[in-house]
């Protein structure tokens, strides 16, 4: 609104004339309002636009700044010269340019002293206003919507996902938006790639690579790691595939044309699949069970009128050495995080260790599939340059030593415990959707405007 024109247009001969200090010329007023009244408004600020040096002007007598500070003094001093009440208004408040600095016309009239000058201060009562909180009761005709869209013996595909479950813990009030309510955002077709492209690009063209490294066996060899690594032009092979089937939707016999932002995005995807390569060779030999493997578990909930749903999602890759089944979850962004203990993950906080809740979930359910030893990990590839970095997943108190999730046995009994705990609570009648007191969840939620946070 500060850099705002508007046009005004006033009668020339009744009432309130609205004009600028030179429309004033040779007119004289009874009453007087003088807006804006701040150096830099009047007189107004502004460099000379010539390349033709202050001294180099004034000695050759041609037009500079001081000429244009004495013309609207002179337009100032006669137009105040005949009114009879004067009203002049100034800014105290510094923005941008604006140092909320008196013009020295109005320092010159208090310092003068021969005028009756009246001074009144004006403020803004201003208070912190905080909007209403906004919560949904789960009403009986809620509760039914709620039931019916995920009761498998409805509807046999519907299903929670690790991520809906994580906006629950998250936001209940967003998890009704979006898994109750409903509410879609629309699709924008960008030449953009956002976060989720990105991800999708990455994953596929993993997936793309460990298809072809084990066309004759399930085995990962440490040499055939290494000797692709060593051919960039290949790995930006599989990346640009990837790029052509779910950015460009393109066939593959097409060549799209790459912008500047998308080329950069095409090299730091084939970057992250050469340090994901990279780091799988200090792990091979491995066998690769699968990659985008779809899991899912069906739960009955007791507390629900007996209600059975199910819970699953797709688990980016599984493999498996020495006896240990490894469940990896891929992240192209965030820190790393370690799990103080199991209640951490069900408990709504600033940082809950929302990546780790998704990839335990996955091996709650796979462990109830095979009896191998499953070991949750987390791989997060732009980290994954270095020597030293682990996928594994650690566990312990603050300032104490940690202990590796190897073995998630250890552990299921109670994370399984809680997480029927949990969904009891998303059926519970009692319990409403609420706002997050963590607001700065709100930050990129599409919900916030409705929300008003």
Same mark, same amino acid.
Request: charged content about 25%; hydrophobic content about 35%.
């Given at each position: 609104?500060?850099?705002?024109?508007?046009?005004?247009?006033?009668?020339?001969?009744?009432?309130?004339?609205?004009?600028?200090?030179?429309?004033?010329?040779?007119?004289?007023?009874?009453?007087?309002?003088?807006?804006?009244?701040?150096?830099?408004?009047? %007189?107004?600020?502004?460099?000379?636009?010539?390349?033709? %040096?202050?001294?180099?002007?004034?000695?050759?007598?041609?037009?500079?700044?001081?000429?244009?500070?004495?013309?609207?003094?002179?337009?100032?001093?006669?137009?105040?010269?005949?009114?009879?009440?004067?009203?002049?208004?100034?800014?105290?408040?510094?923005?941008?340019?604006?140092?909320?600095?008196?013009?020295?016309?109005?320092?010159?009239?208090?310092?003068?002293?021969?005028?009756?000058?009246?001074?009144?201060?004006?403020?803004?009562?201003?208070?912190?206003?905080?909007?209403?909180?906004?919560?949904?009761?789960?009403? %009986?005709?809620?509760?039914?919507?709620?039931?019916?869209?995920?009761?498998?013996?409805?509807?046999?595909?519907?299903?929670?996902?690790?991520?809906?479950?994580?906006?629950?813990?998250?936001?209940?009030?967003?998890?009704?938006?979006?898994?109750?309510?409903?509410?879609?955002?629309?699709?924008?077709?960008?030449?953009?790639?956002?976060?989720?492209?990105?991800?999708?690009?990455?994953?596929?063209?993993?997936?793309?690579?460990?298809?072809?490294?084990?066309?004759?066996?399930?085995?990962?060899?440490?040499?055939?790691?290494?000797?692709?690594?060593?051919?960039?032009?290949?790995?930006?092979?599989?990346?640009?595939?990837?790029?052509?089937?779910?950015?460009?939707?393109?066939?593959?016999?097409?060549?799209?044309?790459?912008?500047?932002?998308?080329?950069?995005?095409?090299?730091?995807?084939?970057?992250?699949?050469?340090?994901?390569?990279?780091?799988?060779?200090?792990?091979?030999?491995?066998?690769?069970?699968?990659?985008?493997?779809?899991?899912?578990?069906?739960?009955?909930?007791?507390?629900?009128?007996?209600?059975?749903?199910?819970?699953?999602?797709?688990?980016?890759?599984?493999?498996?050495?020495?006896?240990?089944?490894?469940?990896?979850?891929?992240?192209?962004?965030?820190?790393?995080?370690?799990?103080?203990?199991?209640?951490?993950?069900?408990?709504?906080?600033?940082?809950?260790?929302?990546?780790?809740?998704?990839?335990?979930?996955?091996?709650?359910?796979?462990?109830?599939?095979?009896?191998?030893?499953?070991?949750?990990?987390?791989?997060?590839?732009?980290?994954?340059?270095?020597?030293?970095?682990?996928?594994?997943?650690?566990?312990?108190?603050?300032?104490?030593?940690?202990?590796?999730?190897?073995?998630?046995?250890?552990?299921?009994?109670?994370?399984?415990?809680?997480?029927?705990?949990?969904?009891?609570?998303?059926?519970?009648?009692?319990?409403?959707?609420?706002?997050?007191?963590?607001?700065?969840?709100?930050?990129?939620?599409?919900?916030?405007?409705?929300?008003?946070?």
């Amino acid at each position: 609104m500060f850099t705002s024109n508007i046009p005004f247009h006033g009668e020339p001969a009744v009432g309130l004339q609205i004009m600028g200090v030179l429309e004033t010329r040779n007119l004289d007023f009874k009453n007087l309002i003088i807006l804006s009244l701040n150096e830099g408004q009047l %007189p107004p600020s502004g460099k000379d636009t010539s390349f033709i %040096p202050y001294n180099l002007r004034k000695a050759f007598g041609m037009t500079t700044a001081d000429h244009r500070d004495a013309m609207y003094a002179y337009h100032f001093y006669r137009l105040i010269q005949r009114a009879e009440n004067i009203t002049l208004l100034y800014n105290t408040s510094s923005n941008g340019l604006n140092r909320g600095e008196w013009s020295r016309y109005l320092l010159q009239l208090l310092v003068d002293q021969t005028h009756d000058i009246s001074r009144e201060v004006l403020e803004t009562g201003q208070s912190l206003q905080t909007g209403k909180e906004i919560h949904v009761e789960k009403t %009986p005709a809620i509760l039914s919507v709620l039931k019916a869209g995920y009761d498998i013996n409805e509807h046999p595909k519907a299903c929670f996902s690790p991520s809906a479950l994580n906006t629950y813990l998250d936001c209940r009030m967003k998890f009704y938006y979006t898994y109750v309510a409903r509410l879609r955002i629309p699709n924008e077709i960008s030449t953009e790639i956002d976060s989720a492209t990105f991800g999708s690009i990455l994953h596929y063209s993993a997936e793309l690579i460990y298809k072809d490294l084990t066309i004759r066996d399930k085995l990962i060899r440490k040499e055939d790691l290494e000797k692709l690594l060593h051919n960039k032009v290949k790995i930006q092979d599989y990346a640009n595939v990837a790029f052509k089937k779910l950015f460009f939707c393109a066939l593959p016999e097409e060549e799209p044309e790459y912008n500047g932002i998308q080329l950069i995005n095409l090299n730091v995807i084939t970057s992250y699949l050469s340090q994901l390569i990279r780091n799988d060779s200090q792990y091979a030999p491995f066998e690769l069970v699968a990659m985008e493997q779809e899991v899912e578990e069906a739960f009955t909930l007791s507390m629900a009128d007996g209600i059975k749903i199910k819970i699953g999602g797709i688990i980016d890759r599984i493999d498996c050495k020495d006896g240990i089944l490894r469940i990896v979850d891929y992240k192209t962004g965030g820190t790393p995080k370690t799990l103080v203990n199991i209640e951490q993950l069900f408990t709504p906080a600033e940082d809950r260790p929302n990546n780790i809740f998704q990839t335990f979930l996955y091996a709650a359910i796979i462990s109830r599939q095979q009896k191998l030893t499953v070991a949750p990990a987390l791989l997060y590839i732009h980290r994954a340059a270095s020597e030293t970095y682990s996928p594994v997943i650690e566990i312990g108190e603050p300032r104490k030593p940690k202990t590796s999730v190897n073995d998630f046995s250890l552990y299921e009994k109670e994370f399984r415990e809680r997480l029927l705990l949990l969904l009891e609570e998303i059926y519970n009648p009692h319990e409403p959707f609420t706002q997050t007191p963590y607001t700065a969840k709100c930050q990129y939620c599409n919900f916030k405007a409705i929300c008003g946070r």
